[in-house]
């Protein structure tokens, strides 16, 4: 039974990791090539060859292996078995294009050319990426990918430096902040936009509670008039006055009497007990230990 | 054949050894010049009752983190694999701010802000504090410095944030746009939230007329459940679709106020803001304060930091009174608001109020002023959290 379960889960698994495999191959780019090398980029037998540049731009490890790279008519399936073909996150991997495949794993059974485009398949067969490119325009010592111009989009062209294994953006960018510093060295722009943005947020919440407020007292009062008020000797409204219903004060009287007469206080009172309604000088509003922690006393 | 040592030789070694990894033999004058730091910190917080909660963690962090040590023995914060390493983390990642933000919203009675809106816009005037600074550390000549580099705009951008009073928001901000200086920062903006009762009233008693000061302020409204269930909805949503970048903060603060007032998750809030934000304010405290380490700690920058904070505290104060005066021109007798509430346009929660309420006690017995000056500390809690987010949307 414990075999059995532990089947399914495996199964299950691999159902479920199929697709989250097939998913990542899809940020998988050919993002460099060169088709003529005659003084670079060495493979680990110290040739120059041509060369093409694979990278994973999403977020997770991609294994490429079982994947197809296509020219004209030519194929070559990246072997299995080989930890190598994992593309680590945002990570590069090169393959050597020098029509020698008994050279290792990573060197293809094809040249660059004779080409104009090279394919990326997945292992299904399915297209993932595919790169063209001019042959007249690949001259020896050039190589040719996607780069990031200065407004942030990426481009395919010539590179300004070959890069194998690494990024294609080697030039050096300015900062986003430093940027804006350029346009706002004194920072009173950036000064003015937060004061605009953080006024019309707060004016906001101003606004809408303000009507709010007034909304919720309107309401309350409207409450309080259908509750049946009655005015009672001072000129103040009670409301949940109804006849025959004693108010709060009456029934605070009345409990403080029998208390004294079951407690057998006084068996006679002496004392009028007389309950004002005052104005109080005193509202929770102006008291710390509703809304703060108290600060611990040292003894 | 083994080889028989004499026994003093034996000893003289490993004594020697020993001797090497003592915090004598590793010492530098920065590791005792910030333990003295340390200890009137700690003086500050126990003798003086000013911000204990902080300085004391902050103050003993501070000796922990400038005991000298052999480099290499996993012992500090900044060697990996120690356990105060792991717990820098939470710092260095901006990760402990946010959930002090869940804990303030738990503790947070907005009612304040909700029965008397217009205290809300107090909140943005206060928040000057902080472009004062920004400006002023943009301004600052390269040739000043012994590096001969200056601070770079989002470094700029995090010391300004010292203005807001605010530390969670400081060091949120800091771990993002300037983790070099977070340290510097964060250490600043706590130290002058700690100095709140020193700093603000001299502002205030120059700022106010004796008129001014005795101003009562009509009592609040109560407010209804409901309205204060709707708070932080509302809040959340026109601020954050405003600033998105302010959503690890103004998420969390509003999610804990909601919380609060909900009604059904009183055991919920009650944890976030009790037993967890103390947890938190203990890691914050102890980890800052032991980042602190003199060789990483006692540079030029952090001084200048140290200098630009105070005067954006001092602008902070200053236009918060300033502009209820000019509120107070608008407003019709009886309505006016009294200028000793405008220091607490600073987000020290809850220490501008209560130098607020201290300051309205002094001149009037009778008038309080404490939960009224807790409506532009919260609104600039608000406010310091949607400008730490345009910060970041600018110059991250």
Redesign the interface.
Known sequence: MKSLINFTLILVSLLFAAPAFSQAIKYVRINEIQVHNSDGFRDEYGRTSGWIELHNTGYGKVNVAGCVLKINGEKFKIPQGNPATIIPTKGYLVFFADGAPNRGPFHTNFTLEDTNFIELFDTDGKLIDRLEFNPTDMLDGVSFGWFEEHDGKEKLKLLPAITPGSTNNTEEKI????S??QAD????I??L???V??????????????Y??NY??RA?VRKAEKANPEQNGTGITIAGKKKGVLTNDELAAIAIALHKYVEDLHSIEKSVLTINMTSK?Y?P??S?I????Q??N?K | MIEHTNILDFLHQNLTTFLAFTGFANATIGNYIMICVGLIFLYIGVAK?LE?MLLVPIGFGILIGNIPFLPGTQVGIYEEGSLLYFLHFGLLKGIYPPMIFLGLGA???FS????N??L??I??AA??G??AA??LA??LPDSIFVSGIGF???D??AIGIIGSADGPTSIFLASR?APDLMNAIAISAYSYMALVPVIQPPIMRLLTSGKERVIKMP???A??Q??KI??PI??LL??CF??PAGLPLLGMLFFGNFLRECGVTKRLATTAGGPMTDILTILIGLTMGASTQADRFLTEKSIIIFGIGAVAFTVATATGILFVKLMNLFLKEGNKINPLIGNAGVSAL?DSA?VS?EMGQRYDK?N?L???A?GPTV?ST??SA??AG??LG???
């Open positions: 900062s986003r902040s430093e804006f510093r060295p004194t920072g009173a950036l000064t936009i937060n004061i943005i953080v006024a019309i947020a707060l004016t906001l919440l101003f606004f809408v509670f303000k709010m407020g919720h007292v309350a000088a509202s509003w102006s710390k509703y809304n703060l922690r600060v611990p040292k | 009752k204990p503790m947070i009675d304040v802000v909700i029965s809106p217009k809300v816009l909140g943005i928040q000057l902080i472009f920004y400006m943009l301004a770079s705009a989002s700029a951008g746009l009592p609040a409204r407010v209804s409901t309205e709707i708070f509302v809040g026109l601020t405003f600033v809850p209560r309420q009778s309080h404490l939960m009224h807790m609104a608000i406010g949607v400008v345009i910060m600018f110059l991250g």
